[in-house]
Structure formats: structure tokens, C-alpha cells
């Protein structure tokens, strides 16, 4: 009898981590939706800001979009990892809005365009590439990197110059140290760049 006892004991405790571990492996593999309805009334935002050519605002706008779309909302970083899975469907969406209101002058396939054009690659750039493609896009003046507040919030700026996902939300000194800078620049240059290509933007 208490061998019997013990059996179904020994059963129940592994029944019970069985749906543990389950439950553990779904929660951590669960991911956000990222259904475009789920992100109309954020889109409508964006879209209203563009519009009305309040660039700063729809920028920072873009960047909280992003965040949402891969379940990030709380936190102002985006790390390659996200960026390479960031659904092309929702960056396709983002890309258009930004062209279609800019005539043609902003968006991250016009950033995509430029970097292939200056001769970048898919690889880990160089320090003179980072430099050679700020003074190209505006981000950088007199050999050094504008600030956030600094960049131009105007048609009048250079092609390519917005968005910039408001620097990843590192607007503030810290980040303008030249570490900061080659991390946005592989963040959101490079990394935004080759998922521009891979979905065909």
C-alpha cells in the first residue's frame, strides 16, 4: 500500500513540474502581437504629426512606436536582437508614412539608399564610415555629433536626416561620447539598414 502511495506521489510531483516548466517555456516564448490593427490609433498619430510637419514630435513618436510593435514600451533601448526580428510589415508602414509626407526626402529606405551609396557594407563599419555618413545625413557639424535638440526638425534638412528613433532615447551628453555613438550607429544605422533590405524597403 505505501508503495503504491509513493508511486502516485512520485506521479503527481512530476505531473505538477511537467506543467511548471510548460508554463515557464510558453511564458517565455510568448511574444507580443504585432497585429497593424492592434497600432491604429498610433498610426493615425504618426500620421497626423507628418501631416502637419512636426518632425521632432513624429520622431519620437516613431521610436515609441517601435518599442510597442516588439513589446519594449517601457524601456527607450532597442538592441540588435529586437531589431533583426522587427516585423517588416510594420517597418514597411512607418517607412511609407515618412517618404509619403516628406515628398521622398526622409524615411529608412532613404537611409538604406544613402548608406549602400557611401559604399557601406552589412559588416561591422569603421569609425571613418560612422564619421562619413553623419556629415552626409546632417547628424554631425564641424567634426562633431549635433546633439537631439540640435538636428534639423525641417524639410530644408538633408536627405535622409529623420528619423532617427530620437537617438534611441539617449538624447542626453552621455550618449554623444564616441562608445554611444558606434552603438546607435550599429543599432539603427546598420541594423535598421539590412532589415530595410531584407524586407524590401
Known sequence: MRVKQRKWINITIFLLLLVVVLSSSWFLNKRPTTSMKTFESDYAQLSRLLVEKRWQEADKK???LMLKVIGKGRT???DSRLVKRFPCSHLGQIDQLWVKYSNGRFG???QK???LQLGNDWGKPDFRAVRRLGDEMGWRKNEKWLRYPELTFELSAPAGHLPVGEFLGLSKGVYFQSRGVWKWYEIWVVGISRRA???NL
Do not use: Q
Request: charged content about 25%; hydrophobic content about 35%; overall charge positive.
Open 197 to 199: 533590405k531584407t524586407c
Open 113 to 115: 539608399k544613402i548608406y
Open 62 to 64: 516613431t521610436r515609441e
Open 108 to 110: 529608412l529606405s532613404i
Open 76 to 78: 527607450p533601448f532597442l
